[in-house]
DNA sequence: ATCGGCTCGCGCAA
DNA sequence: TGCGCGAAGCCGAT
């Protein structure tokens, strides 16, 4: 049966090299930890069949990531661990090995092939995979598994905001929104290599010196796929209401499993667009998923200080320092602010839930966010504070829509309004607004049952 | 309850 | 060069 071949567009060659004269083909996973609709798994399947050597996946398990937590690691894991059975089913190897990533992935390239990448956008894995390329000297092809339009297809440059690259992610989408075939890999045994046990949750957590950890979330692809049919049965029908209902399930929550790699946008896009939900909600939750997390891919693809207060709009930045020496009616430190010890309970209640268990419905994070900058010292210390928040708590964290969120707080991708107080001519997000919206109460009350912390403040 | 103004700059039409 | 309009708003006038 002739499998359908990678769109090109995904495939980015390293490296032209014919492929050379190693045991096996190696695919270095990294950001798309799954064995189904993982364009780059596919993608050296196929390649192991025409060199006719076996397919090795490898996977370098780190501790000492940025933002690394006790959380984030333990859901790491559970990726890792799903993998394993997906992968010997279809005879393929699979090394997972504490260490550096890139450390781990240069050994096991010594004897490859050919080697497969797949794709993230952070500067540091970017880095590596240009780093791996230059040091082996056999085909390196890097797939791109995580998005529906590849960020250089969509646009050749940093977008100004929803709007101008909205267009030419949908002008592409028909070409990218396609149902992704398994090919049969040719039945021949991987070799033998040295490895933790990737299906021992123990001795995972135990070459990362890791204690277990209580989990409101649990990872993996199996989970990720739960998360799937559950927000398609239930949340999708009712998405119109979901931007207002900060308590319960309507949202999807599958931003942390895209995060890991633990399912595919474009399974997820065909779910939604294949279910028999309504045409506004259905494009109300693609705009989300396509748009607007597309949008951040290319900001962090294209705008080198992704995580800097400077990579901000000019109007931004200049009408943030007119306001800089306001009176603050209160000022927090960051200790003080991840203590959940402000004097507003909403807030407070937001900083527990994204600190206990990992999530935040979007809304509480927009009030969330906006809040810091007005009870900080200065703009640029808000910022860091913000980002830093957001990426050490939130199982989401470190994404490119982390950066991309935390600098709409600050202007990004957004319009200038009516100029005020500290924030200048940002948009505001008011208390008695978040009022407005969403029944506060209703909030505390969620957040004290599921944290079975008391919220205190006013 | 609804509406316009606030405010900026991109990108397209002309 | 002019103009419409936008990632989730707010406020005051009607």
New binding site residues.
């Given amino acids: 049966m002739p499998s359908k071949t990678i769109d090109d567009a995904r495939l980015t060659v390293h490296r032209e090299d014919p492929p050379g004269d190693g045991r096996y083909v190696f695919y270095w996973m990294q950001a798309s930890v799954r064995t189904r609709h993982n364009d780059a798994l596919e993608y050296a399947v196929q390649q192991a069949n025409q060199t006719g050597l076996p397919l090795v996946v490898g996977f370098g398990l780190d501790a000492d990531y940025d933002d690394a937590t006790p959380r984030s690691l333990r859901f790491l894991v559970d990726g890792l661990i799903d993998v394993a059975g997906g992968l010997t089913r279809r005879n393929i190897g699979y090394v997972v090995r504490a260490g550096h990533p890139l450390d781990v992935a240069a050994s096991l390239a010594e004897e490859a092939a050919v080697v497969v990448m797949d794709r993230n956008y952070l500067r540091e894995p970017r880095r590596w995979r240009a780093e791996l390329a230059d040091n082996v000297a056999v085909r390196v092809v890097e797939v791109e598994a995580n998005a529906v339009v590849p960020v250089e297809t969509a646009s050749d440059k940093r977008?100004?905001?929803?709007?101008?690259i909205?267009?030419k992610i949908e002008r592409q989408l028909e070409r990218f929104m396609e149902e992704l075939t398994t090919t049969p890999i040719d039945h021949r045994d991987p070799p033998d290599l040295e490895s933790l046990d990737p299906t021992s949750a123990d001795t995972l957590l135990e070459a990362i010196a890791l204690d277990d950890v209580d989990m409101q979330f649990s990872g993996g692809e199996h989970q990720a796929r739960a998360a799937l049919r559950r927000f398609v049965e239930d949340g999708l029908p009712n998405y119109p209401d979901a931007?207002t209902v900060v308590t319960g399930d309507l949202s999807s929550r599958l931003s942390m499993y895209l995060h890991y790699g633990h399912i595919s946008p474009v399974a997820i896009a065909l779910a939604v667009e294949n279910s028999g939900t309504s045409r506004g909600a259905r494009d109300a939750y693609l705009e989300?998923l396509i748009v607007?997390r597309e949008?951040?891919n290319n900001y962090v693809w294209f705008e080198r200080d992704y995580d800097r207060f400077t990579a901000l709009?000019?109007?931004a930045r200049?009408?943030l320092a007119a306001h800089r020496d306001d009176d603050r009616e209160v000022t927090y430190t960051a200790a003080e602010l991840e203590r959940a010890q402000t004097h507003d309970r909403y807030w407070n209640a937001a900083m527990v839930e994204m600190r206990e268990t990992g999530y935040l419905h979007?809304?509480m994070r927009?009030y969330w966010g906006k809040r810091i900058l007005d009870w900080t010292n200065t703009p640029e210390y808000a910022f860091r504070v913000a980002l830093d928040l957001n990426n050490r708590h939130f199982l989401d964290g470190r994404d490119p829509?982390s950066f991309?969120?935390v600098g709409?707080l600050f202007g990004l991708?957004?319009?200038?309004?009516?100029?005020r107080d500290i924030i200048g001519?940002l948009?505001?997000?008011?208390r008695?607004?978040?009022e407005?919206?969403v029944d506060v109460d209703a909030y505390i009350d969620h957040v004290e049952r599921i944290t079975g912390i008391e919220i205190e403040g006013s």
């Fill in positions: 977008e100004w905001a929803a709007r101008t909205r267009p931007g989300e607007r949008l951040a709009p000019e109007w200049t009408t979007n809304r927009m829509n991309a969120n709409w991708h957004d319009q200038a309004f009516a100029e001519k948009r505001p997000l008011t008695s607004g978040l407005r919206k």
